[in-house]
Structures are given as C-alpha cells and as structure tokens.
C-alpha cells in the first residue's frame, strides 16, 4: 500500500507564500511524474504544477513566476513553493503520483493525496 500525504497549508494573507509538501509511503522503488491539483469550492479540480521523475516541470499560466515545483527523490517528497498568493488561490490542494512502483513491483496509479486547505484573506 502506497499513500501520499500533504502538510504545510493554511491561512495566509493576500501577497504572503507558503510551502506545501507530500510526502508518499510504502516499500516505494520509483515514483514517476508527481503534481500538485487544486479545487476552489464550486469549481472542477485543475492541474496547478507537475514534475517528473527527471525534473521536467510544468505550470498553470495563473501560478507561472509565483509558484515552484520540486522533488526530492531520496525522500519520495515534492514541494510546491508559492508566493505572492492572490485570494483566487485558496483552495484545496492535492498531491499526486501518476504511477508509483513498489518495491514487490505492483504499480499504483494516479494515486491522490487527501488534500489540504490553502485560505488566502486578510
């Protein structure tokens, strides 16, 4: 059993950042692309950054310049750094993994994180 956990959000001002993590568990052999989703109430779930295994990213033109993804590999660990956050970027965050490879070599695929609220107010 694989499982993807996220920590790190919060309430935090218009133009303040915040750092999320997600950690994934298990006897895990290799994690391939990993991305950070976010749903806002009454709105569907949209892609907010993505990196894979070999460090290739990619952004939602809202977060571009603001937002960072990144890995660590060691700690099957991705982060997604944001800045200048806006009220438009609250929402839940979810983690995720396209395909995760255990050690046993069972694949698990698109597997999700339980998400975690980011609130920007004043």
């Known amino acids: 059993q694989v499982q993807l956990v996220e920590s790190g959000g919060g309430l935090v001002q218009p133009g303040g950042s915040l750092r999320l993590s997600c950690a994934a568990s298990?006897?895990?052999?290799?994690?391939?692309?990993m991305g950070w989703y976010r749903q806002a109430p009454g709105k569907q779930r949209e892609l907010v950054a993505a990196i894979t295994n070999e460090g290739s990213t990619n952004y939602a033109e809202s977060v571009k310049g603001r937002f960072t993804i990144s890995r660590d590999s060691t700690k099957n660990t991705v982060y997604l750094r944001m800045v200048t956050l806006k009220p438009e970027d609250t929402a839940v965050y979810y983690c995720?993994?396209?395909?995760?490879?255990?050690?046993?070599?069972?694949?698990?695929?698109?597997?999700w994180g339980q998400g975690i609220l980011v609130t920007v107010s004043s």
């Open positions: 298990g006897s895990i052999s290799r994690i391939y692309t």
């Open positions: 995720n993994a396209d395909r995760i490879l255990t050690l046993a070599e069972v694949w698990y695929l698109e597997v």
